[in-house]
């Protein structure tokens, strides 16, 4: 419930700095012409994002037979949480990360890079995909829509602003250099209040996901490799589309290792000291069965994965 309150807080503060940037202008009609651009262009992000972001990494979809072990882990984890079962996908990509994507969940996908499934082990590969999992099943996708929705709206009120008489407008008591620093400022401000919701929803997703396999050390463990690797191994797909690094379980992206107020994940460190605490309020015993230490991705029709690596503990 706390990360649920803080989350419903920071959009009533988007949504508050939103109303004010609009009544400082004072363009009721392009105040709504930026909301209506907005909610269309995310709109069509929420019920295609998942197309998109699995194109533009190169997804193959998985199942049961080219992916066995994978598969199903999830199938046991999205069992133990409750929900239908999400369609899997392999990104080849040497950099350990994952990440889900979907609408709802009934529409979700979870996707693993080849590099994860050579660096961790099933433990560890089953606490990420239980946090992946956490997202499909509080709406994450939805919530930072509605957020990027609020964000992107407030960003086009600053950029009209000059346009519609912002700095002449009876309601704007800054003039026209306050106008002017308007502009710069409030896309700032929805910028940080939309990296909070981010992190906020992290830590979120990792206590359930904790929940959810039975065992936070497995998830503590595996990021503390995955961020380690991140580190060392470059994402070359999400150095060129940095707009998506907040789906990764980790920041894929190099030189983000802070928990900043412009960070969309929270320090690697602080997330794995909450999972410790979980583990030493007496939380274990999970319900994730142990399964073999071997897994091998088969090539499919669209390409070959390669098989699963002699230096991981799946081989």
Same mark, same amino acid.
């Given at each position: 419930?706390?990360?649920?309150?803080?989350?419903?807080?920071?959009? %009533?503060?988007?949504?508050?700095?939103?109303?004010?940037?609009?009544?400082?202008?004072?363009? @009721?009609?392009?105040?709504?012409?930026?909301? &209506?651009?907005?909610?269309?262009?995310?709109?069509?992000?929420?019920?295609? =994002? #998942?197309?998109?972001?699995?194109?533009?990494?190169?997804?193959?979809?998985?199942?049961?037979?080219?992916?066995?072990?994978?598969?199903?882990?999830?199938?046991?984890?999205?069992?133990? %949480?409750?929900?239908?079962? *999400?369609?899997?996908?392999?990104? #080849?990509?040497?950099?350990?990360?994952?990440?889900?994507?979907?609408?709802?969940?009934?529409?979700?996908?979870? $996707?693993?890079?080849?590099?994860?499934?050579?660096?961790? =082990?099933?433990?560890?590969? !089953?606490?990420?995909?239980?946090?992946?999992?956490?997202?499909?099943?509080?709406?994450?996708? &939805?919530?930072?829509?509605?957020?990027?929705?609020?964000?992107?709206?407030?960003?086009?009120? %600053?950029?009209? +602003?000059?346009?519609?008489?912002?700095?002449?407008?009876?309601?704007?008591?800054?003039?026209?250099?306050?106008?002017?620093?308007?502009?710069?400022? $409030?896309?700032?401000?929805?910028?940080?209040?939309?990296?909070?919701?981010?992190?906020?929803?992290?830590?979120?997703?990792?206590?359930?996901?904790?929940?959810?396999? @039975?065992?936070?050390?497995?998830? !503590?463990?595996?990021?503390?490799?995955?961020?380690? +690797?991140?580190?060392?191994?470059?994402?070359?797909?999400?150095?060129?589309?940095?707009?998506?690094?907040?789906?990764?379980?980790?920041?894929?992206?190099?030189?983000?290792?802070?928990?900043?107020?412009?960070?969309?994940?929270?320090?690697?460190?602080?997330?794995?000291?909450?999972?410790?605490?979980?583990?030493?309020?007496?939380?274990?015993?999970? *319900?994730?069965?142990?399964? *073999?230490?071997?897994?091998?991705? +088969?090539?499919?029709?669209?390409?070959?994965?390669?098989?699963? @690596?002699?230096?991981?503990?799946?081989?």
């Amino acid at each position: 419930m706390a990360g649920y309150t803080r989350t419903a807080i920071l959009l %009533a503060g988007m949504t508050a700095l939103f109303m004010g940037v609009g009544y400082l202008i004072g363009g @009721g009609g392009g105040m709504m012409i930026a909301l &209506l651009v907005a909610l269309a262009m995310n709109a069509f992000s929420y019920w295609n =994002s #998942d197309k998109l972001v699995l194109h533009m990494y190169g997804a193959r979809e998985v199942d049961a037979r080219s992916a066995p072990e994978l598969y199903g882990l999830v199938r046991e984890l999205a069992e133990n %949480a409750g929900l239908p079962m *999400p369609k899997v996908y392999i990104i #080849d990509n040497p950099q350990p990360n994952a990440f889900a994507t979907g609408r709802n969940p009934q529409h979700a996908a979870v $996707a693993a890079t080849t590099g994860i499934l050579r660096t961790l =082990s099933r433990e560890e590969l !089953a606490g990420v995909m239980a946090h992946e999992l956490a997202h499909i099943k509080h709406h994450d996708t &939805l919530i930072m829509t509605v957020t990027a929705t609020i964000a992107g709206a407030i960003s086009m009120l %600053a950029n009209f +602003a000059l346009f519609f008489g912002g700095g002449n407008n009876r309601n704007n008591p800054l003039g026209l250099i306050g106008m002017i620093l308007l502009m710069f400022l $409030a896309p700032l401000a929805a910028m940080i209040v939309q990296m909070a919701i981010s992190r906020s929803r992290e830590y979120e997703a990792d206590r359930v996901g904790a929940e959810i396999c @039975g065992q936070p050390m497995w998830l !503590a463990s595996a990021l503390a490799k995955i961020a380690g +690797a991140v580190q060392r191994i470059p994402n070359e797909q999400a150095e060129h589309n940095p707009a998506t690094a907040h789906m990764f379980i980790v920041n894929p992206l190099h030189g983000e290792r802070m928990d900043n107020l412009f960070s969309t994940h929270p320090a690697t460190e602080n997330r794995i000291a909450r999972l410790r605490a979980m583990a030493a309020g007496g939380m274990g015993g999970g *319900p994730v069965r142990e399964g *073999p230490r071997t897994a091998r991705v +088969a090539p499919g029709r669209g390409g070959s994965v390669p098989p699963i @690596g002699p230096r991981g503990p799946w081989s």
